[in-house]
């Protein structure tokens, strides 16, 4: 029996309101307390525990080329209403998904009639589940770093960015090989964050969706999440491009890092060497094999390339960056495995949490046009070497040191060795005008 209903224009009025309550005079606009900011962030309410409260979500966390189980995943939100959405992620399409009884989205089927809605359910998860690992994280960095005022600042930032601009989704986007991320201003000045998750014909009788891809969810999603806490990534300059494009990449590696049947399925396929060719390491394989005729992907996270002065533009740049991280992860789970002892499921899941939560600080602390030295250099500092008690006791800062060498970026103060005004940046005003009009078929639907 499919809930769907028809989209009618009451979510669009209770979008505005909330940019009324909010937008201009955020709770959050001059806060600065620390634990105001620890309680808005992942706001832990016991009220949405229990019978008929918060909210059931069944999800995908690969393509169809990876053979996983979908997630079934509760969110304690008493916000979440049809599309889904709540009071962060609008959904904005032209058919809203409607609940059960109890207020779930779980009993949608991807197998029968309603893989549409399935979809669109599918996709807020993706959405909901990344964006809470990152309130979560931002909660960690505050109390690694309790006196750092750059840590504050972006924490709230993404505050007042996600209440009083929402992201808008669509989920069934425009035809277009391509799903992207931007923020605008619409004509009457209102500002938006938006997501478009295009569809594209692999061949004249077949159709596939980027929504039913969540490497490309995720990649997006980091954009959002990185665009939330630090706005001033948000331009053109070719560095801040390089490190977005390295963030969405990097955000859907570690997203999928939290879902154990994940970690476990990968082990299996390749006995256990995370350097053979796996899912975690290939981005968007559906899209790589249908549009590029890669068997790796749109993008490889192992591929070991190097800064040799290559030229390109920010997606080939970001690949230095995020191939970096993904061979740290690999060798603090090895050590783990092989030194501590620890069975590689958990290993995995473990180095990967400890790692991210970094990561997230190197990005509340880096420049507005952040060098791959700086970058690496921030990583560094943010991580211990065979501490006791910290860290797995691991040599996190050998595994950065040696990372970012092998790929020729010094961590010694020395600048990028090539020249960054040879590339291209981030053109984030491609979109501006899809995306207007986007908004403005949500509005008078
Ligand atoms: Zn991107």
Redesign the pocket.
């Known amino acids: 029996m499919s809930k769907q209903t028809v989209f009618k224009t009451t979510l669009w009025a209770s979008a505005t309101a909330a940019f009324m309550l909010t937008s201009g005079t955020s709770c959050f606009a001059s806060s600065s307390n620390t634990e105001e900011l620890l309680s808005n962030l992942n706001p832990v309410n016991s009220a949405t525990f229990g019978k008929r409260k918060g909210v059931k979500i069944k999800m995908r966390v690969q393509g169809s080329s990876v053979d996983l189980p979908y997630e079934e995943e509760f969110f304690p939100r008493g916000d979440v209403s049809e599309g889904p959405s709540d009071s962060q992620l609008i959904y904005a399409d032209s058919k809203r998904a409607a609940s059960s009884v109890n207020g779930d989205f779980s009993f949608y089927s991807f197998q029968q009639g309603s893989m549409r809605a399935a979809d669109s359910v599918s996709v807020y998860g993706n959405l909901r589940a990344t964006s809470d690992l990152f309130q979560n994280d931002l909660r960690d960095v505050i109390r690694l770093y309790p006196s750092n005022s750059k840590v504050r600042d972006a924490a709230r930032n993404y505050l007042v960015s996600t209440s009083s601009m929402p992201l808008f989704y669509f989920t069934k986007g425009n035809e277009m090989e391509n799903a992207y991320y931007t923020r605008f201003e619409a004509e009457d000045g209102t500002p938006y964050r938006l997501m478009n998750l295009g569809w594209y014909r692999p061949t004249s009788r077949t159709k596939e969706y980027t929504a039913q891809q969540p490497d490309i969810v995720w990649?997006e999603a980091g954009?959002s999440l990185v665009d939330a806490a630090r706005p001033d990534l948000f331009s053109d300059d070719s560095k801040a491009g390089a490190y977005h494009?390295a963030w969405?990449d990097t955000n859907a590696m570690f997203t999928l890092l939290t879902y154990e049947s994940a970690r476990k399925k990968l082990i299996f396929d390749v006995r256990g060497d995370l350097h053979q060719r796996n899912f975690l390491r290939s981005m968007a394989e559906e899209f790589g094999q249908s549009v590029l005729g890669s068997n790796t992907g749109l993008r490889d996270l192992d591929d070991d390339v190097k800064d040799d002065g290559f030229e390109g533009e920010v997606h080939d740049k970001s690949r230095v960056l995020a191939g970096a991280v993904y061979d740290i992860v690999v060798k603090a789970y090895e050590d783990q495995t092989r030194v501590n002892g620890v069975l590689p499921a958990k290993a995995l899941g473990e180095v990967a949490d400890y790692l991210r939560t970094r990561w997230v600080y190197t990005l509340t602390q880096v420049d507005s046009t952040p060098s791959f030295t700086e970058i690496g250099t921030l990583l560094k500092g943010a991580l211990p070497e065979h501490e006791v008690g910290e860290g797995y006791g691991l040599p996190w800062m050998s595994y950065v040191e040696e990372e970012f060498t092998k790929r020729n970026i010094s961590l010694d103060g020395t600048p990028d060795p090539w020249d960054w005004s040879v590339f291209k940046g981030r053109n984030w005003f491609a979109h501006t005008e899809s995306a207007k009009k986007k908004i403005l078929l949500f509005k008078t639907s």
């Open positions: 990649h954009h494009e969405g």
